[in-house]
Structure formats: C-alpha cells, structure tokens
C-alpha cells in the first residue's frame, strides 16, 4: 500500500518536473485555449453517407487516421516533423476532423489547421508524402480511387495553413 | 529573331536569380512532386500533354529544390516519322528552362522532292515557362496553375523553309497556359493560347506568302485520372495556314501518360496531324518516355 503510494506519488512527480502533466487515462498533453468550432476542420462536410459508407463509418475512418498517423510518424521522408508532438492528441483530431468531414457522425473539436501546423516547419515535399501515405491507407481500406479524390478534394485547398513556406 | 532570344535568356537569368535567394538560404531539398505531376514532354519540348502545352514544371523538385528531365519520344505517321530528344530543368517549381531537337523523318516524300529518301528536317527549340499563379492540385478548387512561356525556335533547314514559301526559317512562340485537376472529378483540364506564325510547329518554317502575321492559336487538353499512375484524355490544337502550297490542319490525339516509377514516365497516343506538306491523313502513334529527377 505505502508502495504503491510512493510509487503513484512518484509517477505524479515527473511530469511535473519534465514539462506537461498529460490526461490520466489518453496521455494527451494539455493546448492553450481555443475556441472550439467545426469551422476549425478547415472544410465543409459532405452532404448524405455516401462518403461516410465509403469509408467504412467510424470504424473505418478510424483505421485509416490510425493507420495514418503510424505512417506518417515512420516514414523517413517526415517521421522528423512528429518528433516531440503530442501525437495521441494528432490521432483523436485527425480523426475527429476525417469523422467530420465525411459526415460520418462526429465533431471537430481540435484547433485550425493554421494554428495546428505552426512552427512545424512544414514544406510541400511534406505534404506530397502525407498524401501519398494517406492514399496508400485509403488503398488498404480498397477505398475507390474516384472516392478518394473526392476527399483529398476537402483537404487540398488547406495547403497554404499546413505548409509553412 | 536573335535578340528575342537574347533578350529571353537575360530575362529567364533574371528571374532564377530573383526567386534563387529565398530558396538559397534553406538547404535545397531534391524530389518530393506528387506523380505526374511534372506532366509529360510536349513535342516542343515543354512540360505538357503530347501536343498540347501544359503549367506544370518539368522535374521532380517542389519550390524548395531544383529538378530536370529528359526525354525522347518517337511518332510514326503514313508518310513522316518525328524523333524527339530533350531536357528540361526545373526551379523551385518556378520557372522551366528546356531544350529539343525535333527530327522530321520525310520518307518518300523527301525523295520525291528531290531530297533523297528519308531526308531530315531539324529544328532546335530554346524554351522558358514561368509559372506565374495558382497551383494545379491545391489551393482554390477553381484556380487552376497558370504560366507564361516562350519557344524559341530555330529550324536548321531553311533551303526547305524556303521552297514551300515560308517567310523566316526562325521563330519564336509565346503562350499562357492553365491546367487545373479537379480532384473532386478526378479531370484534369489543360488551356493553351500559343501567339505563333509556326508553320507546322516550325518544321516548315514561320509566316508564308499566304499569311505572314503572327495570330493566336488554341491548344486544350482533356484527362481522366484512372489512378495516381495512370492519365488518360485528349487534346486538341488549332494552327496557323500560312502556306498557299500546303493547307494545314489542326492537330488533335488521345493519349495514356503512366507513371512506371517517380523517375520514369511512359506516355503513348494516338495522334493526327492532319495535312503536312500537301500529304493528307497523317495519323499514327507516339511513344514518348521521360526520366525526372
């Protein structure tokens, strides 16, 4: 018992002293406060399920923003960009925002796109390559080819708020 | 003619030194353009289409880097062959700087003009593009990638140039052009205006005695994105008619671009040339392959 206290005061001890104290049960790191708004998701829903069937609903988008986010932090081309962020905050929002842009039933409560990709240093090369690794995954899911266009459609006008120059 | 080139290569200088410093001061970063995105070789020698001009930017660099290409394409007709070879080098995804000879292969028809069989027109063409807008994947869905460019072009044979009545054996071409992929559709739309006097893209010459103005020409291209390797669409081209001794027709083809790799691009179409020196119906294939780096 007095263990198993010293060791959960122990446990408690570090993040203080290491920076950031992260939520007990995610592990997510505490932002500044924003305004939360579906504004933020950086493009318009699509309209009916279609695209959300297409997807898989939640389940499926849910494998791909996973599947993506263990891409995107392995690939040598941009695994650096990840280095030291909050990545099980990454892997809820961007799935949240996926979720949302799909119309598949959920809100996007994470920040802007501006906002979320500041000081990442960020070029196009980067971007290109997260495509690529996002149309590899949609290809895992067999997600047609038309279907993911589609999609990348909602995503491509956010170029010039995630690339920083 | 040689002042416009010259005053073309100072100004294309001029432009690499101006966008260069931005770019200098990070470290350049090689590759990174998204497949066909850096299109094919046009039969200028641009990045287009086969025929047609595109916006896009030869190499496989992004703004951050500096990239190139070469190529080779090959396009048999019923009574010519064309060969071409070139290179092009691409800045920061700014500006293009490319090269080619065009070998017009007449056959029979050489001989029968007294030139012997399978006699060879050249012709060298110097260009620059400069994109100037836009990008042709993302940004605003409806703003499509928009250049400016410049062809000079410098047939060798100008005994021929001049025996079917052309006024100069030396040219130089200058266009705008917008391409935009509609990711929603997955259609690439591709729209040339050429300012030109060329007679058969130069191969016969500039003006004749039947015209000899420069007028504006229109060049379209048409793509449907089969997947991220594979394009397949049309293009279209209107040309001047300079000639009272050969009419010239518009040009149009069907063409498949496949991306074998991020290094190699295989394009093939079937093509139709119309008229060329007074021989009617010449259609039939190209094959055009180009490496990027």
């Not at chain 1, 494998?63 to 099980?88: A, H, M, W, Y």
């Not at chain 2, 070879?85 to 293009?96: H, M, S, T, Y």
Request: glycine share 10%; charged share 20%.
């Amino acid at each position: 018992m007095l263990l198993s206290l010293a060791l959960a005061l122990s446990v408690q001890d570090v993040p203080a002293n290491a920076g950031p104290v992260g939520d007990p049960v995610t592990g997510e790191l505490p932002v500044d406060p924003y305004q939360q708004d579906n504004a933020n998701a950086g493009a318009r829903p699509f309209k009916g399920d279609k695209m959300a069937k297409a997807f898989g609903g939640k389940d499926g988008i849910k494998r791909i923003t996973d599947n993506l986010v263990v891409g995107i932090t392995s690939d040598p081309r941009i695994e650096e960009i990840f280095k030291g962020q909050d990545i099980v905050r990454l892997r809820r929002t961007l799935f949240e925002q996926f979720c949302y842009i799909l119309n598949a039933g959920c809100n996007y409560t994470g920040r802007d796109m501006r906002s979320a990709h500041k000081n990442l240093g960020t070029q196009m090369a980067d971007l290109n390559a997260l495509v690529e690794i996002l149309q590899n995954v949609m290809d895992q899911e067999n997600i047609a080819f038309t279907l993911q266009n589609r999609f990348l459609a909602k995503l491509a006008p956010m170029k010039d708020d995630v690339v920083d120059r | 003619m040689k002042r416009t080139f010259h005053l073309l290569s100072v100004t294309m200088a001029a432009m690499i030194t101006s966008i260069a410093p931005s770019a200098a001061a990070e470290e350049l970063r090689q590759g990174g353009k998204l497949l066909l995105t850096n299109g094919i070789a046009s039969v200028e020698g641009s990045t287009g289409g086969g025929l047609a001009s595109w916006s896009l930017i030869a190499g496989n660099e992004t703004r951050d880097g500096i990239g190139g290409s070469v190529h080779a394409t090959v396009a048999e007709f019923k009574d010519y062959r064309l060969d071409t070879e070139g290179l092009a080098v691409g800045f920061f995804n700014r500006v293009e700087l490319s090269y080619a000879r065009q070998a017009l292969n007449t056959k029979a028809i050489g001989q029968a003009l007294g030139l012997g069989y399978g006699y060879k027109l050249n012709q060298d063409i110097y260009g620059a593009k400069l994109r100037v807008a836009g990008d042709a994947v993302y940004g605003d869905p409806l703003m499509p990638q928009i250049a400016v460019g410049i062809q000079h072009k410098r047939n060798l044979d100008s005994q021929v140039t001049d025996a079917v009545g052309a006024a100069e054996s030396e040219g130089t071409d200058f266009y705008v052009s917008a391409t935009k992929l509609f990711l929603s559709h997955s259609i690439l739309i591709g729209a040339t205006a050429r300012y030109t006097k060329a007679n058969q893209g130069g191969l016969l010459g500039f003006g004749g005695d039947k015209n000899n103005d420069y007028g504006v020409q229109f060049e379209g291209s048409l793509g449907y994105q089969l997947s991220r390797k594979l394009v397949i669409g049309g293009e279209y081209r209107t040309k001047p008619d300079n000639l009272s001794i050969a009419r010239e027709d518009d040009w149009y083809d069907f063409f498949a671009a496949y991306a074998i790799n991020r290094n190699l691009t295989l394009a093939a179409a079937y093509v139709d040339l119309g008229s060329i020196a007074t021989s009617a119906e010449q259609r039939g294939g190209l094959i055009s392959l180009r490496a990027s780096f």
